[in-house]
């Protein structure tokens, strides 16, 4: 099974930055896609952003020129670079992977325990 841990959330004016980090670790096969969804209050859980294992990219049309999504898959770790982060941006942000646990297995989903992302003067 795989743990998801964030990190790096904060308190940020409007125009200001902030890294998110989420480390990966526990058993499993491999990792395909890891991605950031962001849930603000009343509001439905979203996507901002998803990466293949390969680097392929996918952004919420929110954020795009805004945010950058990579990986290290050498450290089973994805980080969310924002930029220009604006009020409406405030949510808690939770990481996603999904992973086989063995090389027969279907692929599953596994979710961190989120980071509160607060845009605020």
């Known amino acids: 099974q795989v743990q998801l841990v964030e990190s790096g959330g904060g308190l940020v004016q409007p125009g200001g930055s902030l890294r998110l980090s989420c480390a990966a670790s526990g058993s499993f096969f491999s990792i395909n896609a890891m991605g950031w969804y962001r849930q603000a209050p009343g509001k439905q859980r979203e996507l901002v952003a998803t990466?293949?294992?390969?680097?392929?990219?996918n952004y919420a049309d929110s954020v795009k020129g805004r945010f950058t999504i990579s990986r290290d898959n050498a450290k089973n770790t994805v980080y969310l670079q924002m930029s220009s982060l604006k009020p409406e941006d405030t949510a808690v942000y939770y990481c996603?992977?999904?992973?086989?646990?063995?090389?027969?297995?279907?692929?599953?989903?596994?979710w961190g325990q989120g980071t509160q992302v607060t845009v605020s003067t």
């Open positions: 990466i293949t294992s390969g680097g392929s990219t």
């Open positions: 996603n992977a999904d992973y086989r646990p063995t090389w027969y297995s279907n692929w599953l989903g596994s």
